[in-house]
């Protein structure tokens, strides 16, 4: 069984964003959020499906919403209660699949 993971302070989530491109800290859900846009539908599905596997693989599941060629993407670790590293480990992740 995998340890339960640990809720970020805010500051260290502030911190871990600035290495990230384009996402936010929303206090008030306990998220980061992102919006990818990609050149159609396609090019944003493919995106999805990357990090669908990876979000298998790493047990930790994204809530995003897509329209067209857009995703809008929040991440939380609703076990810890907010931020934690895996969303932080996500997030960079996506980055690296974004084009």
Do not use: C, Q
């Not at 970020?8 to 384009?22: C, F, M, P, V």
């Not at 090019?43 to 897509?66: I, Q, T, Y």
């Not at 329209?67 to 670790?77: E, F, I, P």
């Amino acid at each position: 069984m995998m340890p339960r993971p640990i809720k970020l302070e805010e500051a260290e989530i502030t911190a871990e964003l600035k290495k990230l491109e384009g996402w936010t800290y929303a206090s008030d859900a306990g998220a980061i959020k992102r919006s990818f846009k990609f050149r159609d539908f396609s090019a944003a599905w493919a995106f999805m499906s990357r990090v669908a596997l990876l979000a298998e693989k790493m047990d930790h599941h994204p809530e995003w919403f897509n329209v067209y060629s857009r995703v809008d993407v929040t991440l939380s670790t609703h076990d810890a209660g907010g931020v934690t590293k895996l969303d932080i480990d996500m997030a960079a992740a996506m980055d690296g699949f974004f084009p």
